[in-house]
C-alpha cells in the first residue's frame, strides 16, 4: 500500500501537466453540476434537514437557471435524484462528458452552531486546519462506497498524513478555478447577502481527477439556525441558485469575450485564502520600466519553483515569475505595449503553451488588464 502511495505521489503531477485537452478557454460548452452526498449518504444534518436534500435542490435548481439563459451551454447533473453516487464517479461523469467546468455543491456544518457564511473551495494545499476539517468531512463518502480502499488506493479520509499527496498535484486548472471560485463568492455575497468566508484550497477526491475548471461550493452552515431556515427554503435555494448561474454566466462570457485577444477572464474577485495567506505579488525579475505599465505573457504555474534557465523553456526568452496565492507564475517578455505582447503570446503558443495570456505590471506589481490600459491611454 505504501508503494502505491509512493507511485501516486509521482505520476498523479504528471498526469495533470500532460493533460491531452488543457482548458484553452475558447469557450463554455458543457457544464457539470454535481449535488454533492445523496441516497444512504444524507451529508451533514441540520435541526431540520439533511444536506443531501438541500444541494439536490440547489443543484436542480441552478441547473435550469443556466439551460434557460444560456441556450449554448449543455447542463450534465451527476445526479438528478435522491442517489448515492461515488466520489470518483462524479469527477468520471465530468472527464467522460468533456466537460469545460465541473461545480460540486455542499452545505458547510460545524460542531458548534456559530459558523456562519459561504465559501468556495478550489484543489489545493491544505495547512488551514480548519479547511482540512471541512475536507476530511466531504471525503468521508468514501467510506459509505464499497471497495474504497482499491478504488482511493488505501487512502484514509480521517488521517491528515493521507492529505500530503494533494500538495504535489499539479493543478493544470488552478487560475481558472480560482477565477469561477471569486465569481460565485461575488455573487453569493451580493445577491444574497451572506457572510463572505472567502475562496479556499483544500484536497477534494472529488476534486482532484477533474480534467477541467472545478469548484466545491459551501453553501451556508446547515449546522447554524438562522443558515439552515435559508437553505432550507424554496427562495433561498433560488437565490443560491442564482449565484452560482451568475458566476458561470460571467466567467463564460469573459473567457469567450477575451480568448481570441489572448487575453485574461477578468471577473469580479473575492478574498483568496492560500498558503502564504493572501501573500502579496512577488516579482522575481528586474522591472525594466520603473513606474510604468509592462507587459507581459504568463505561460506557467508552478507549486515549486523552477529556475528560469531550465531546459524546459527551450524557445522562450526573458523568463522571470512572480509569486502570487502560494504559487510560482511565470512570464516571458517585458513589452511597453499590450499588442508587442499579443504578438509574444503566438510565439508561446506555438512553444506549446496554449492557455498562454497577457498580463500587465505596474511598480512591480501585478495590476489588471483594464488598469493597465487605462495607464497606457494618452
Known amino acids: 500500500m505504501v508503494l502505491k502511495r509512493i507511485f501516486l505521489l509521482f505520476i498523479l ?107 468556495t473551495y478550489v484543489m489545493g494545499l491544505d495547512r488551514s486546519s480548519a479547511n482540512l476539517a471541512v475536507a476530511q468531512a466531504e471525503n468521508a463518502a468514501i467510506l459509505l462506497e464499497d471497495d474504497y480502499h482499491v478504488q482511493y488506493e488505501g487512502f484514509d479520509p480521517s488521517s491528515p498524513e493521507g492529505y500530503i499527496f494533494f500538495s504535489m498535484l499539479q493543478n493544470a486548472f488552478l487560475d481558472q478555478s480560482l477565477n469561477l471560485a471569486s465569481g460565485i463568492q461575488h455573487h453569493m455575497r451580493t445577491g444574497i447577502n451572506i457572510n463572505d468566508r472567502g475562496v479556499k484550497q483544500a484536497g477534494f477526491l472529488v476534486l482532484y481527477k477533474t480534467t477541467m475548471p472545478s469548484v466545491l461550493v459551501e453553501t451556508g452552515f446547515i449546522s447554524n439556525l438562522k443558515e439552515e431556515k435559508v437553505l432550507n427554503s424554496d427562495e433561498g435555494q433560488q437565490r443560491y441558485a442564482e449565484a452560482i448561474f451568475r458566476a458561470v454566466r460571467d466567467y463564460k462570457q469573459s473567457v469567450e469575450r477575451y ?102 505590471f505596474k511598480d512591480g506589481s501585478r495590476i489588471s488588464m483594464e488598469e493597465a490600459r487605462q495607464w497606457c491611454t494618452p
Open 13 to 119: 503531477p504528471a498526469f495533470f501537466i500532460a493533460l491531452p485537452d488543457m482548458v484553452s478557454g475558447q469557450q463554455v460548452r458543457k457544464v457539470v453540476i454535481d449535488a454533492g452526498h445523496g441516497g444512504h449518504d444524507p451529508g451533514a444534518r441540520g435541526k431540520h434537514s439533511s444536506e443531501k436534500d438541500i444541494t439536490l435542490a440547489i443543484a436542480l435548481k441552478a441547473g435550469k437557471l443556466i439551460e434557460q439563459n444560456l441556450k449554448d451551454v449543455e447542463v450534465i447533473y451527476t445526479r438528478k435524484t435522491d442517489v448515492f453516487v461515488e466520489l470518483f464517479r462524479r469527477a468520471r461523469i465530468a472527464n467522460e462528458a468533456r466537460a469545460d467546468l465541473f461545480i460540486s455543491i455542499h452545505c458547510n456544518a460545524n460542531p458548534s452552531t456559530s459558523p456562519y457564511g459561504a465559501e
Open 259 to 360: 480568448a481570441n485577444a489572448g487575453k485574461p477572464p477578468q471577473i469580479q474577485s473575492a478574498p483568496v485564502e492560500t498558503v502564504e495567506n493572501n501573500d502579496k505579488n512577488e516579482n522575481h525579475a528586474a522591472v525594466a520600466n520603473p513606474n510604468k505599465v509592462s507587459f507581459k505573457v504568463q505561460f506557467m504555474i508552478s507549486k515549486h519553483e523552477i529556475s528560469t534557465t531550465s531546459k524546459q523553456f527551450k524557445g522562450i526568452e526573458n523568463i522571470s515569475y512572480y509569486k502570487h496565492q502560494g504559487m510560482y507564475k511565470y512570464t516571458a517578455g517585458d513589452l511597453a505595449t499590450e499588442k508587442e505582447a499579443l504578438e509574444l503570446r503566438k510565439h508561446i503558443v506555438k512553444q506549446g503553451y496554449n492557455d498562454a495570456f497577457v498580463v500587465a
